[in-house]
Structures are given as C-alpha cells and as structure tokens.
C-alpha cells in the first residue's frame, strides 16, 4: 500500500467521526483539513475556513489569548506539543467545546518551523459532566460545611495539611492565616493513637496498602479528643515514585461512633489530564479472520507507524474477559445492513499486561452479494483516563445514592426570608405527613408537618435562635413519623452559609441523620444510672467509683455516714487523703485500694481491714474492689465497696474465743485441744508429750458442797495450773475434772519434770468454801507423740497411763507402756468395748423420741422428732451419755449409727398408717460415719429395703464433726440432699470458729446448742449469741431448732427472738418410738 492508498483510509476513517486533522501553513497562514471541517464544528455554513484569521473569528474571546500564548510557544520551540480547550461558535449560535493536539509539522533548514499539524476533538459530553460535578461538589462543600466532616490534603513538599474552616476553628486555628502542619497536627493525636496513625500513614507511603482507612481520637483546642475516621490516599507522586500529596476525607465519629457512617467519600480528583489523545486505525477481515492495528508513536521527532496483525477469535486473549460480550456485539453488528458505523467500547491489554479502555468505531467498506461485511475500518481511540474517570465517577454517585436511599439520611436547604425547603426526595418518600397531607410543598411548613406534634414548638424556636445567632451552626434533634407509623429520632446539622446586608441569614445547609438508636441507648443508660443510683442508695454498704487517677466520682448516703464527710468533701479527692484504711493486724503504710487494682487491672476481695475516718472514728471492714473497663481497653476507673463489719467482727471474735475457750476456766477446751495436736504434726520430725491430768478427790467437793463450789474450785485450781505451763505448750480442760497438757518439741525427762511440778501444785492447793477445807491429789499420765505414734493413739495412751496412775494409788505420775493397755482394758472406757458389741449383736439398743416444737405456731400438731438410743442392759436403761464417748474413741460409733437408721427405718415401715405426710424424724450421725467408705452406699440401701421415702428423715451433724471433716461432710451432705433427705447441723456455736463455714454446708436447719439456750434469761452474751445465729440462719435461708428448753420463760425469749423450732424437757420427755408410733392418733 502506498502512501497516497494510506491517506486515504485515513481520510475515509477520519470520516466516521466527529474528530479533525488539520494542517495550518505558517507562512500563507494556510488550512489544509483532514475530514469534514463543518459537521465536526457543526457550523452550516463553514465560509472560508482555509484562512487562520477567519478560524480565530470562530474561537470564544476569552479562550483567544491562552491560544495565541500556547501557539506562540509552540511555533519557537518552547513546547513540544500544544494542548488547546476552547470554546467554538457553531451555526446555531451556541458555543461548544473542543480540544485541539499540536505540534510541528515541518522546519526549514534552520530548524524554524514552517508548518504545524493538529488533531481536534469535540468534548462537549465531558465538560457538561464536569459542570455537573462541580456544582453537585460545591452542594456537598455548604453540606459539610455545617458539620465537623472534612476532606484533608497533605501537600508532603511544605508539610501542609489543608482542613476546613470548621475543623480550623475546632483545633483553635485561624480560619484564614491559620497554617496547620503535620507536626502541630501529630501532637494532637492521643498518645494511645499514635503509633497505629503512624503505622498506617508509613504503610501508606510504602505502598503496602492502596488507601488509608482507620481512626484515632485527635484533641480539639478546649481539651476534649473527638474520635475521627481518617480515610485517604496518594494523590499524586514525583516521576521517580516519591509521593507528593495525600488527600482524603476526615470524619467526626465520636457520637456515633459504634455506628457506621455513610459513604462520604468522595472523588477529589476528576481525572488526570490528558497528556495525548492516543488513537490507531484498525481493520477487520472478515474473510480472512485477520485484524490489523496501525499505531503512531514518536520516533526521532517523527510519526512513525507500527503494524500488527492478529487472528480474529471470539474471545481474544488481549481483550478482558468481562468485556468479551461487548467486542462480540461489536463485530456481529457489522452483519447488519443498517447503520453502516457501528462502535463500542471495551478493555484491551497493552504491553506491560495492564488492561486500558479504548472506544472502537467501524465502518463496513466492503460486502458480498447478499449484503454480508468482508472489510471494515475503523478508528481505535484510548479513552481510559477520560472513561475510568467517568466510570469511577457514576460509581460514586451510584454508591452515594444507594447509600442515602438506604438509609434515614438527608441533605437540607433552607432560606429564612422566603421559607424554601429542600429535602432529599428519598427521604420525603419515606415519611408521613401529620395533617394527613400527601404532598411535599418545598417549604417550612411542610417541613413543620413531617414533625412530631411535641417537637414542633421547639423546633421553631430553636432553629430560628440558631439561624440567627453569631455562631453560623445549627443542631436540632426532633422526632419524624415513617410510613410505617414509627417515630424516629433524627439530627438536624448544618451551617448557615449566606447572610444579607442586614445580617440575616438568606441559606443554610446541612445533613439530617437518623440517631433513634442512639436515642433509644441514652434513655436506657439514664433509667439504668436512675435504678443504679437508687439501688446504691437503698445498700448498707459504702459504695465509691473512682476515674483511672483513682479520683473518687461519685459515692452513696452510707459512704458519707462512713467517712464522716459530706459528698462535696469527698468527690475529687483520692480516698487516701480522707481516710486511713490498713489491713487488722499491721500498721504498715496505708492502702489505696483503687490504685491497687488499676495497676494489677484486677478485682480483689480483702475481709480484714481497719478504717479510720475523718473524725477518728474506727471500724473493721471488708473491701471488694473491681476495675472499669470501656470496650475492653484498659481500665478507665475502679468500683470499691466498703462494708462496716465492726459488730459483726467483735461478735465473731468473741465466738471464735468462746468456740476454743472453756467457759469455766477460760483456758482452751478440747476442741482447741483436738486442733492444736492435729497441727502439732504437720512437720516431718517431732517429739511432744501428751500429758492427761484427771483431778483425785473432786467428787468429794461436788457432792458436798455442789456444782457452784465444784466450779469455783476449777476456775482457782486452773489458774494455778498454767503458772507451771511453758508458753509453748497447750493447756485445756477436756472435760469434768480434766485437763491436757501438749508439750510441744519436749522429751519425756523434761515432761516429767513439769509433770512433778503441777502434781506439787495441786497437792499443796487447798481449796476453801464456806467453813470447809479441801486438799486434792492429781493423777497424771504421759505419753509420747512421734510420726510413729498417731495423736489419737497418743490420746488414748495418755488417758490409759492416768488410769494406771489412779490404779496404783492415785496422786502419782505414770508414763506409758505397752502392757498398761491390759491393765486398763477391765475399766474405763475400754470396759464399753465388749459390752457394745455385745448389744450390736443382740439388739440391747432401743429407740427413743423426744417431740420438736414449732414455737411460732404452737398449737399445730407435733410433726417433727428427734430419734435418740438408750442400751437396756437386763431392764436398765443407760443414757448415750454413758456409751457413747467410748464408742467414738474405739471406732463403734459407726455401727452404732448403721443400728439406729436400720431399725427406725423398719419400725417407720411397719408403722406406715401412723405417719403424716410431713412427719420428720432426726437421726444423729457421728463423725466416724461422713468418712466411713460406703456408709452412704448402705443409707441408700436402707430406703430402698424400707420403702420409707427420703423425706422423712432428717440426719443431724454436730457442728464439730462438719468442720474437723470438712470436705467430706460437703460431699457427704450433698449426697444426702440429692436422695432427698434433710440436714441438721447438731450443736451449733459449740465449736464454731467462724460463721463463714455455715456457707459451706447446704443445710435446712441450724441446732443451736443448748449451753447457750439455758443460761439466755440471765446471760446476755449468750442471749445475743442466739439471736446472731438465728438471724445469720434466716438470712441464709435456715430454720433454727433450740435445745435444752427447760421452762416457759425460756420458750418465751426464744419466740420474740424468733426462733423456729424448741426442744426439751419443757415440752417432751423422750419416750419410746414403738410406744409413741402405736399410740398416735391421726385426724380422719
């Protein structure tokens, strides 16, 4: 093909659309046009357009000047090439736009240029798109304008970050000549922040991420921080990839912030400017299946054309595969007869592999016989900055929509003078008038009629206030009505953005946003803070929050009473500076307890504190202190409360000294005793003694004299005893006339040796009553404790070697050995064992039953009964008293217990049309049986055989044995509970040491031991030990049971107390079950 055949399929392609190639001769000031000057410029008649001077008649005047410059610079070589938009007057008389591509075309030997080429197109669609950005841009300016919503830019060159006047003024800045860069920017960032805004801006200018999206909380010039979404990226770079300038938009979360904002992006560049308008001239084969492309590229300042031919396919691998649809419909349509142009537009692939648009236009110059397209040339043209810009741009527009449409948001206008309202017709399509009216009429009386009924008023008053003040926002909130009959909650927003001469406001422009959650979630806080405020105040405990400088916030009536101190005098201060709180047993430094779990960001509990308060008042407390955590971050401040335990702490202390003292003597009673020998062998190595003192000659003072003398002479006789006893050692009465000694880390020649010296006490001890004289004697026995010898055999072996002293005349100290076991097994206790077995074995044991009373409705029929054991030895009758300790100390009172459940059992059975429905029987159980391997195997057993359901039985569980076995009688009293059965806890405050085990035993009733109960009409120590456990029992849901109720008087006290249940000799003397079972009557 020659050039002349090339000229013309340019020609002829330059035909097909609305684009100019025209050659201007420099010296004759010549046009020579490519393609048809008129239809390009849409001008009718075209007159000479071969001359310059009439083509500048043509332009605008205001473009002429930027024309003639460009031109100028073009023609002496300054520029390479020459970019003109302007304005033409077409025929109609309206001006359109074009854009004009230059350069030289010929020089003459000089180098001066003689002629200039140009390549023109009509760019009309794209200026009116852009007019339409511009004034759709400039709405949404005035609509962030009201907010604290803007777009920054970062030029990285100067530093400079570009905000709105709003945030300006937010962060104390001069709307005018304030400069902000990002070195005054970062320090306004929280400390806690700035690391994750700096990460992301580096990742950013890395390139690992193409857009900034995160937030940060950023403070404002009165202190507070705002929580801002900082969403961005590169804009533009330097040729050598070093990033210039970042833009993005900076939005106000922090009301809002659990909530998702509306896409507000937006697109802040149009595009970028065009450098070249690239095109190629294409040609289809469509008998050879062949397309060629000629492209132009710049070689050695000339123009140089490229061929490259390639088989048509269907789905070629250049095109992108979303875009195969559109380049099939583009190469069938040539099949049709009409029109002759076809064009579309898809991505092709170019040689670095990335994808660009191009807009194809063809023509058919060539068919067969039955009208079917052989050949077809056209132009190719990369549209990509141009089209992507546009695609990008109805995708923001598209996603924008979508986003407002979806939602409860809005944009408003409003003019005061004239009462024009502007609201998104998305927004009116969703609401109900209230008048009924179905119109929307663009004014504030329409507006007036969306609102609720209640916030009408206001919301004239307040936006005129608004509108018309200095300070140029607006912020309203009201209720609308939905379509479906809802009220929401909205935000009214904006800003008042034009003024006339006399000050007022002529347009405001804002945003309206849904909040009804937020509405919904404020109402709930300030009902929870009402009830939590009233709940604090209605507590007997002192109740303190703190913020995280362990500044107290707020605290209720009790913790005023507590501290002393009015809440004007706390609230502000640390609790430290009003009050010394240390723990009970230290005068170390004080304690600040809020400080304490900020820094460890863990709550505690500590029961043993002292406090003394502004006036020097003292009390024992408990504390319970927890951190405040938002959002799992850390801890923003503390919740402390204080409870005054100050009565409840000296009555427990002196229950814990009463539960390990005997009454009598003050000196510390088995229990303790029992205690402080099991812990004396906690170490791997050890010697002690046992020593056993039982006092000769007692008796005679007892039954001379009487129990009052008796008990004097053990107060006086102790008192001496404990002169000789080292301070190591532990000195206890076990009983009647006995005492122990546990000499701890001794040997038996210094124990004898302290053993002489407390017999030479009492011998040398006269005791005086009345006009009588008493000299007594002690019988001492010693026995070792070493990891071979048990502390209960140790006991034993005491108690064996004082009876052998007794044996060999009294008022003499014997030591252990073995053979005093044979000595001492024919009296004693050990006399018990063969007499036991003996009843085990021929059912000698009988049962007994004493009735228990319901002392608050006394006159409902006895339900509820305590089983007791007699042994009847050839028709006499030996109280448990007797039996019972020897059985326990020789490991039968388990068996003795399987005996008593079998038998009332059988007898309940047999008996079954004498019993009620709530019928209640206690069984004692000794504390052999909670550890005892199957007892509850044999329990169980027992109900099954019997058929006596559960319910009916009550075991009852000494105080002592719970806590000396304490896990075990927790299992054992759940799985009692579990079969269906009752508990007792038998003898309580006999052997308690604090009332915080009764939280370990899930018990139904609380036996309150009888010592307390007797003596209550003239002791008032132990009158207040019982009320404490009967209304320490009701608080945890327990019914109180008292013993040994001797009289009326004592029935009575125990009544106003409140007492659920008495039993005693008052009400019952123990009869037989058998008897008692045969004899009841019931109703019909």
């Known amino acids: 093909m020659d050039v002349a055949d090339e000229l013309d399929i340019y020609r002829f392609s330059l035909s097909c659309t609305d684009n100019l190639v025209w050659l201007w001769d420099l010296p004759s000031g010549h046009i020579d046009w490519f393609g048809d000057p008129t239809k390009a410029l849409g001008l009718s008649n075209p007159n000479d357009l071969t001359a310059i001077d009439f083509w500048q008649t043509l332009v605008h005047p205001a473009d002429l000047t930027l024309m003639a410059q460009t031109n100028r610079a073009l023609i002496l070589s300054q520029l390479e090439t020459a970019q003109h938009t302007y304005r033409i007057k077409n025929s109609n008389g309206k001006w359109v736009w074009h854009q004009t591509l230059g350069r030289i075309f010929r020089r003459d030997k000089q180098g001066k240029a003689l002629s200039l080429v140009f390549y023109s197109a009509f760019i009309g669609k794209q200026k009116k798109l852009e007019k339409q950005l511009d004034l759709s841009n400039q709405r949404l300016n005035e609509a962030f304008s009201g907010t604290y919503d803007t777009v920054w830019d970062w030029n990285l060159d100067n530093d400079v970050i570009d905000v709105s006047d709003n945030w300006k003024k937010a962060l104390g800045l001069d709307s005018e000549k304030g400069i902000l860069l990002k070195k005054t920017w970062n320090p306004l960032i929280h400390q806690e922040d700035q690391q994750h805004a700096r990460n992301n801006i580096v990742a950013l200018l890395k390139g690992e991420f193409e857009f900034l999206n995160f937030e940060y909380r950023i403070r404002v010039a009165n202190g507070d921080y705002y929580w801002i979404l900082v969403r961005g990226h590169v804009s533009e770079k330097t040729a050598a990839g070093r990033t210039k300038r970042i833009i993005g938009v900076l939005t106000n979360i922090d009301r809002l912030k659990k909530k998702e904002e509306e896409l507000q992006q937006r697109d802040e560049q149009i595009g970028l400017t065009m450098l070249s308008t690239g095109s190629s001239l294409v040609e289809y084969d469509l008998t050879k299946k062949q397309v060629t492309h000629r492209t132009y590229s710049l070689v050695d300042n000339q123009v140089t054309p490229q061929t490259a031919c390639n088989i048509m396919q269907s789905r070629p691998a250049t095109v992108h595969s979303k875009d195969y649809e559109n380049y099939q419909a583009f190469i069938e349509a040539f099949d049709q007869p009409q029109p002759a142009l076809k064009e579309a537009k898809w991505r092709s692939k170019i040689f670095n592999h990335e994808y660009r648009w191009y807009h194809t236009k063809g023509h058919v110059v060539e068919r067969d016989n039955k009208g079917r397209a052989l050949k077809v040339i056209g132009i190719r043209q990369d549209i990509h900055d141009a089209y992507a810009t546009s695609l990008q741009r109805d995708m923001d527009r598209e996603r924008e929509f979508i986003a407002y449409e979806s939602s409860m948001h809005s944009v408003w206008e409003w003019h005061p003078l004239t009462g024009f309202v502007f609201l998104s017709e998305h927004m009116i399509d969703k609401l109900t008038f209230n008048t009924g009216n179905v119109t929307w009429g663009e004014s504030i009386d329409s507006w007036l009629e969306l609102i609720h009924p209640d916030d009408v008023s206001d919301f004239k008053y307040q936006l005129e206030q608004q509108a018309y003040n200095s300070s140029q926002n607006v912020s309203l909130t009201h209720r609308l009505q ?394 006499e009758i030996i109280p448990p008293s007797a039996f019972l300790p020897a059985a326990e100390r020789y490991n039968l009172s388990s068996q003795i217990d399987r005996w008593v459940i079998k038998n009332t059992l059988t007898l309940l059975n047999t008996h079954a049309d004498k019993l009620r429905s709530d019928d209640i029987f206690n069984i004692n159980l000794s504390a052999t049986s909670l550890t005892e391997p199957n007892f509850l195997n044999f329990v169980q057993a027992s109900f099954t055989s019997s058929h006596v359901a559960p319910t009916h039985i009550c075991f009852e569980i000494t105080e002592t044995a719970a806590i000396t076995n304490l896990t075990a009688a927790n299992t054992f009293i759940n799985e009692l509970k579990n079969m269906g059965c009752q508990l007792a806890l038998d003898d309580f405050g006999s052997g308690l040491s604090s009332f915080g085990y009764l939280k370990n035993f899930p018990v139904d009733y609380l036996k309150i031991d009888g010592s307390f109960v007797k003596d209550i009409l003239d002791d008032p120590i132990d009158a207040a030990m019982v009320k404490s456990i009967n209304e320490i029992g009701h608080i945890m849901g327990k019914k109180t049971v008292a013993e040994w109720v001797e009289n009326q008087d004592i029935a009575d006290v125990l009544t106003t107390i409140g007492i659920d249940y008495g039993q005693g000799y008052h009400f019952d003397k123990p009869s037989t079950l058998i008897d008692m079972l045969k004899n009841r009557c019931l109703p019909d």
Not at 513 to 529: D, G, P, R, V, Y
Not at 535 to 545: M, P, R, Y
Not at 789 to 795: D, H, I, K, Y
């Open 482 to 875: 939905i379509k479906n009959q809802e009220w929401i909650w909205v935000k009214v927003e904006g800003r008042v953005v034009k003024r006339d001469k006399k000050s007022r406001p002529t347009r405001v422009i804002g945003t309206i946003i849904e909040i009804t959650e937020l509405k919904h979630a404020q109402l709930a806080l300030a009902q929870e803070k009402e009830r939590a405020e009233t709940t604090l105040e209605s507590i007997n405990d002192a109740v303190i929050t703190t913020d995280e400088s362990s500044i107290i916030t707020s605290i209720n009536f009790i913790t005023s009473r507590l501290l002393s101190l009015n809440s004007t005098q706390v609230i502000g201060k640390r609790l430290n500076q009003i009050c010394t709180i240390q723990e009970e047993d230290s005068n170390d430094t004080p304690l600040d307890l809020s400080q304490l779990s900020l820094q460890s960001d863990s709550a505690f509990n500590l029961t043993k504190l002292k406090l003394m308060n502004a006036s020097g008042e003292r009390f024992n407390v408990e504390c319970s202190v927890s951190p405040i955590h938002y959002d799992g971050l850390k801890p923003v401040g503390t919740v402390m409360v204080i409870r005054d335990v100050t009565v409840a702490r000296k009555l427990s202390l002196e229950i814990e000294h009463r539960a390990q003292h005997d009454s009598l003597t003050g000196i510390y009673n088995r229990h303790a005793f029992e205690t402080a020998l099991a812990d004396s062998i906690q170490t791997e190595t050890f010697e002690h003694i046992l020593c056993y003192i039982d006092l000769d000659q007692f008796k005679i003072v007892n039954d001379t004299c009487g129990h009052v003398a008796g008990d004097e002479l053990l107060r006086q006789l102790s008192a001496e005893l404990a002169k000789n006893i080292r301070k190591t050692d532990v000195f206890a009465r076990l009983g009647g006339d006995e005492f122990g000694i546990l000499m701890q880390h001794c040997d038996i020649q210094h124990a004898t040796k302290i053993a002489k010296q407390i017999k030479k006490t009492v011998s040398e001890y006269t005791f005086h009553w009345e006009d009588k004289t008493f000299k007594l004697g002690a019988s001492i026995g010693l026995a070792t404790i070493n990891p071979i010898t048990s502390p209960t055999l140790a006991m034993q072996h005491a108690d064996t070697a004082c009876f052998s002293a007794k044996e060999q005349g009294r008022n003499r100290i014997h030591v252990y050995h073995a053979e005093d076991d044979h000595n001492a097994s024919s009296h004693g206790q050990m006399g018990w064992v063969p007499r036991l077995h003996k009843a085990l074995a021929e059912d000698s044991f009988e049962l007994f039953v004493q009735t228990i009373i319901d002392l608050q409705t006394p006159t409902m029929a006895a339900s509820h009964f305590e089983i007791l054991i007699r042994l009847n030895e050839g028709g």
